[in-house]
């Protein structure tokens, strides 16, 4: 049997991730493979982690890209700092707090959840009464932008209140981080993670995270060792190390990082002001079309994330159908709804290099076409 080689047709990727990679990145991707431990590798490294300190802003030593996808950054966070016994005070509001609280559980935390409706974004004043309630609380642990709704929650209050009370905050980022404001040493954040395929405009496979100088003493404060090999940062922090202390942990996805340097070079040459500022008004316009075809938001205005925008589907249109023509007559993915909005909503990404004029001209006039 003969197979051909893999040549997929291009999509214009506006679903709640991966999102569209920049070309550039692309070539990135394709530069001659080095061995992980060559000095212009160990190098590169290093720009690396200053640049995920500038997407992130932070000074925290402890940052680095985690070599797997979202989920690896999340669980990297909950292994390597939740003990057994410890309280996690943990938001659900859709699909990925959910998550959080099955990583508490399975490194032998106790979760105690602080649940909202799916659209709604982290009620601040819940988890103020949670923490009170909760004096032996060791974590908060929040979904900034949650993908499976569209909706943003007040990470800057929300580590405030984490402040105040002595518990470490642990925030997931995987869709926040490039698209809207994150201040991750202003808003005093402990534990972050993030993934390279959202508003990074890079390919999946990576995530970005840091720790505070509160969370790396909460890790080498453990009682017991930490349960996953792989991710125990404990093991990995001699790899990032610099000053040729560079050893053998595994081995770095070369060209992966080449991708990733490549993404974040190009957000620090935008500024991250501005890509914040270009998903808003690219959101705005996307908005105004919609409303236009009729479409109604799930999540209220001032807790939209222009990122993820989540709408009804009309009465009487056939979801997949829909969904199917886009991608067959228009090579353009959007994203279906999850968990309590599956059937009833989809979900338009404008993340990273997604989010830009001709895409947002495209998606509306094909949904148009799409539901006549
Ligand atoms: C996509 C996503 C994840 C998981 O990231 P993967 O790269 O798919 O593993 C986690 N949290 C949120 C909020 C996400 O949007």
Request: a negative charge; glycine letters at 8%.
């Amino acid at each position: 049997m003969s197979i051909n080689a893999f040549n997929p047709t291009p999509r214009t990727l506006m679903g709640p991730g991966p999102s569209d990679v920049h070309p550039q990145v692309l070539q990135a991707l394709s530069k001659p493979t080095i061995g992980h431990l060559d000095p212009q590798f160990v190098a590169m490294m290093d720009e690396v982690k200053a640049l995920i300190q500038y997407a992130f802003q932070t000074e925290n030593p402890f940052t680095i890209a985690v070599s797997a996808p979202g989920s690896a950054g999340m669980e990297t966070c909950f292994v390597n700092l939740v003990e057994p016994g410890d309280k996690v005070i943990v938001c659900r509001n859709g699909v990925f707090g959910e998550r959080m609280r099955q990583n508490v559980v399975r490194v032998g935390g106790e979760a105690i959840l602080v649940e909202d409706s799916w659209g709604a974004p982290v009620s601040v004043d819940k988890v103020a009464a949670a923490l009170a309630a909760h004096p032996d609380a060791k974590f908060l642990a929040f979904v900034h932008a949650e993908t499976s709704t569209g909706a943003c929650s007040d990470a800057k209050a929300l580590c405030a209140l984490a402040q105040q009370h002595d518990v470490l905050s642990i925030v997931d980022a995987v869709t926040s981080l490039g698209g809207v404001e994150l201040r991750v040493d202003e808003w005093g954040i402990d534990a972050i993670y993030s993934g390279s395929q959202k508003c990074l405009s890079c390919v999946p496979g990576l995530s970005p995270v840091s720790f505070s100088a509160k969370a790396v003493a909460k890790l080498e404060a453990r009682q017991t060792p930490v349960p996953s090999w792989f991710l125990d940062q404990t093991l990995v922090m001699g790899y990032w190390a610099g000053d040729g202390k560079r050893s053998y942990h595994h081995t770095a996805p070369v060209n992966s990082l080449y991708a990733l340097h490549e993404s974040l070079r190009l957000l620090q040459n935008e500024g991250l002001e501005n890509a914040w500022a270009r998903h808003r008004a690219m959101h705005e316009q996307l908005k105004a079309g919609l409303t236009e075809l009729g479409l109604e938001f799930v999540v209220e205005e001032q807790y939209r994330l222009p990122q993820l925008n989540t709408v009804y589907i009309p009465q009487g249109i056939d979801d997949a159908k829909v969904r199917t023509d886009l991608l067959n007559n228009f090579n353009l993915e959007i994203g279906a709804g999850l968990g309590d909005l599956a059937g009833k909503a989809w979900r338009i990404g404008l993340m990273g290099y997604a989010a830009r004029q001709e895409n947002v001209l495209l998606c509306l006039a094909a949904l148009k076409q799409a539901i006549k």
